[in-house]
């Protein structure tokens, strides 16, 4: 059969026991009310394209910008999926962040000095890679910004992000059943679902190499101005996003401009001052970019808005 058209059979709660030590990676299961949906091209709920995905165990790469929601939404879909599934907690979502300090020991393991009883073991230390692929539960695994690894370590998971979905560990040494031994070689686990999240396009990110792209399906995740509209209680929160990434895409500014920054400045908007909470936004930008984004904010007179706004606001509160 053809892979890409293999539909894995959903793992029963009622055959697998969740392992409580993968408990410190299973997001909280609360993040699923906090979650404002988006639908994708073809009105396409996003979570409906995930859980399709995983139970094809399609390997998955969100890519835009910066604080979009790439990393959430990979724990939302951790949260949803168990309990579509009929679990009892949700999946557990590993993450691999990509640096050029990570070597295949941090993917798959190594022997490593362990206290116990007040004296030192040599003990086996088990990698992230290794972790996820070998769990007796379904796990998400996520590979976030690989272009910032090694070509060499990015290399060496093109046999488990492939039909294969193996790897061999070469620092694990097993016995050949000849009286010697070999690198071990490493099976997934049926309910590996394998996602990676990159903001393409950054002056700091290469491109993805082609070997590793070709064996993902992609979907872009890029800021969602309907999703803004339900997160944002002012509408001048909206109107700076919109100031700020109409001049990056122009090329006037390169400081992108995430959700969370955004969050932030309405919190100081209505917690402390709008003329705080502007100064405090732009203090966020390089400082070569400061006086543009100032320029930009003062023609638009988004803090004159902002203060009829937080006022109306207040007053607002005040009446409820």
Not at 39 to 59: A, E, S, V, Y
Not at 67 to 85: M, N, P, T
């Amino acid at each position: 059969m053809d892979a890409l058209n293999k539909v894995y059979a959903d793992p029963k709660p009622e055959e697998i026991t969740q392992d409580p030590r993968l408990d410190i990676f299973r997001p909280d299961p609360a993040i699923l009310d906090q979650y404002e949906y988006r639908h994708l091209p073809g009105g396409k709920k996003d979570l409906n394209i995930l859980f399709r995905n995983f139970r094809k165990r399609l390997n998955t790469m969100l890519t835009g910008n910066t604080q979009s929601g790439k990393s959430f939404v990979v724990e939302v879909a951790a949260v949803d999926i168990a309990k579509r599934l009929g679990f009892e907690k949700p999946f557990p979502v590993i993450t691999l962040s990509g640096s050029s300090g990570v070597t295949d020991f941090d993917l798959y393991g190594m022997n490593a000095v362990a206290n116990k009883d007040e004296a030192e073991l040599l003990v086996w230390l088990t990698g992230l890679v290794a972790m996820a692929a070998g769990a007796s539960e379904p796990v998400i695994l996520v590979l976030d910004e690989p272009t910032h690894m090694d070509g060499g370590v990015l290399s060496s998971l093109h046999s488990l992000l492939d039909d294969r979905r193996a790897f061999v560990n070469r620092a694990h040494a097993v016995e050949d059943g000849e009286g010697g031994w070999m690198p071990d070689l490493v099976k997934a686990q049926e309910n590996l679902w394998i996602v990676s999240t990159t903001n393409q396009g950054y002056r700091d990110n290469a491109p993805l190499p082609e070997a590793f792209a070709n064996r993902f399906s992609f979907i872009r995740w890029d800021y969602d101005a309907k999703v803004e509209e339900k997160l944002f209680k002012l509408a001048t929160t909206r109107m700076i996003a919109r100031i700020t990434r109409n001049a990056r895409e122009a090329g006037h500014l390169n400081h992108p401009i995430g959700v969370r920054a955004l969050q932030m400045f309405e919190s100081a908007a209505l917690e402390i001052d709008p003329e705080y909470a502007i100064w405090n936004f732009v203090s966020g930008f390089p400082i070569r970019e400061v006086a543009k984004v100032e320029q930009l904010l003062e023609e638009d007179a988004v803090l004159a808005q902002l203060v009829e706004e937080v006022k109306n606001h207040a007053k607002a509160d005040a009446e409820v």
